[in-house]
């Protein structure tokens, strides 16, 4: 499935509340589960962490870190700030601040990138969604899709600017540190693996025409395939984007990123390179709306 194709959440109709009475949306019941106990563990029935993080890891978070550098604009402010006089505080409305709305998801496309978000919080919220995902992709490390990504994305004010600073941080020794050619390009033999997946949003500061959205995500990064020195990692972060109402669209004006929240390591035993390799080839990406 690609970018896009996602039209909804679950196999309701996006747009409304279902008619099923057992829906969480549309009817009235309720489901308890209990969670399985224990003397071990952390009461959800995983094990114990580690003590330790594996050298792989670390390098995989340092790698992704380096990564939001090149697409952080440079001259934007505090991350939880928010411009304009008409900011206000987001409060959490239903069950909670991750619950899908009914409302249906955007249409239009920019692209391959999602376009067309409606002018209010949730809008922002999906917008500030679909951007990480582009910002996180593996398309950033070729200069040609890099250069059109930032252009669907940002404020046309700060795109020439933060295009030269891509330019500058995506450096060849960057990408051959990630495990790529000169150029960006992929060895032979093998799949670059860089995606990113929001786990979910919350909006700190809300205005007319701006929005400040935190973007909690987990991230794919490295080099799949036999032969690979640079295996795929998974990370945690949460991106911070100042959105600014620009031509009947979201755009970002600046953005931020900082490591976390983490959950607690899985014992999940880790494929083969192939395994990972086949599932980014067979998997595509989501468009993300509230």
């Known amino acids: 499935m690609s970018q896009g194709d996602e039209r909804g959440y679950g196999g309701t109709e996006p747009g409304g509340h279902p008619d099923d009475a057992y829906s969480t949306l549309g009817g009235t019941r309720q489901t308890r589960t209990r969670l399985p106990g224990g003397d071990e563990g952390d009461g959800y029935g995983r094990r114990p962490a580690r003590n330790s993080?594996?050298?792989?890891?670390?390098?995989?978070?340092?790698?992704?870190?380096?990564a939001a550098i090149a697409f952080?604009?440079?001259?934007?402010?505090?991350?939880?700030?928010?411009?304009?006089?008409?900011?206000k505080k987001s409060e959490a409305a239903g069950a909670g601040p991750t619950a899908a709305t009914g409302t249906k998801p955007v249409q239009?496309?920019?692209?391959?990138?999602?376009?067309?978000?409606?002018?209010?919080?949730?809008?922002?919220?999906?917008?500030?969604?679909?951007?990480?995902?582009?910002?996180?992709s593996a398309e950033m490390f070729d200069k040609t899709k890099r250069d059109g990504i930032l252009q669907a994305t940002h404020d046309p004010v700060v795109v020439a600017t933060l295009q030269a600073d891509m330019e500058k941080a995506y450096s060849p020794s960057f990408l051959a540190n990630v495990g790529l050619n000169d150029d960006g390009s992929t060895p032979s033999g093998l799949t670059f693996v860089s995606r990113t997946i929001p786990v979910g949003t919350k909006?700190?500061?809300?205005?007319?025409?701006?929005?400040?959205?935190?973007?909690?995500?987990?991230?794919?990064?490295?080099?799949?395939?036999?032969?690979?020195?640079?295996?795929?990692?998974?990370?945690?972060?949460?991106i911070t984007e100042k959105l600014k109402w620009v031509g009947?669209?979201?755009?970002?004006?600046?953005?931020?990123?900082?490591?976390?929240?983490?959950?607690?390591?899985?014992?999940?035993?880790?494929?083969?390179?192939?395994?990972?390799?086949?599932?980014?080839?067979?998997y595509g990406g989501f468009t993300y709306a509230r």
């Not at 239009?108 to 996180?136: C, M, P, R, W």
């Not at 205005?207 to 945690?236: F, H, I, N, R, Y």
Request: aromatic share 4%; with cysteine.
């Open 53 to 66: 993080r594996s050298l792989i890891m670390v390098v995989g978070v340092v790698v992704l870190l380096v």
């Open 203 to 238: 909006v700190t500061a809300q205005g007319t025409d701006d929005a400040t959205v935190e973007v909690w995500c987990t991230g794919l990064v490295g080099m799949a395939g036999q032969g690979s020195t640079k295996p795929v990692t998974a990370t945690w972060f949460t």
């Open 248 to 282: 009947d669209d979201w755009k970002i004006e600046s953005s931020t990123q900082a490591e976390g929240p983490t959950p607690v390591n899985g014992d999940n035993r880790a494929s083969t390179a192939d395994d990972i390799a086949g599932a980014v080839d067979g």
């Open 108 to 136: 239009g496309k920019n692209g391959t990138i999602a376009s067309g978000f409606a002018h209010d919080e949730q809008g922002a919220q999906s917008a500030a969604a679909n951007y990480a995902v582009a910002l996180g």
């Open 72 to 87: 952080a604009n440079q001259g934007g402010g505090g991350g939880s700030e928010g411009g304009g006089g008409n900011e």
